[in-house]
């Protein structure tokens, strides 16, 4: 059974960063892609970054050039880096991976953009 544990998130500024962990317990980020997804309240649940198992990264629009993903397999741990974050991007947070017989998903961790 594979658990994903996020941690990281917290109340920030316009403007300020956060850095996301999202650790599994087994090695599956070094064969699977990992995806991380957001949900704003009143909206549905979006996917913001993806990595694929070789390392290929890529981003949703809105979020393109302030969010970086990253994953150290040694470590079986991914990230996610929020620079220049905005009021808009108050969302909770979630990492998931997924092999061809199932998905699984982080507890989710509440990030939230107010002065």
């Known amino acids: 059974q594979v658990q994903l544990v996020e941690s990281g998130g917290g109340l920030v500024q316009p403007g300020g960063t956060l850095r996301f962990s999202c650790a599994a317990s087994?090695?599956?980020?070094?064969?699977?892609?990992v995806n991380w997804y957001r949900q704003a309240p009143g909206k549905e649940r979006e996917l913001v970054a993806s990595?694929?198992?070789?390392?290929?990264?890529n981003y949703a629009d809105s979020v393109k050039g302030r969010l970086t993903i990253s994953k150290d397999t040694a470590k079986n741990t991914a990230y996610l880096q929020m620079n220049s974050l905005k009021p808009e991007d108050t969302a909770v947070y979630y990492c998931?991976?997924?092999?061809?017989?199932?998905?699984?998903w982080g507890q989710g961790t509440q990030v939230t953009v107010s002065s």
């Open positions: 998931r991976t997924s092999t061809v017989w199932r998905e699984y």
């Open positions: 990595i694929t198992s070789g390392g290929t990264t």
């Open positions: 087994t090695s599956i980020f070094s064969r699977w892609a």
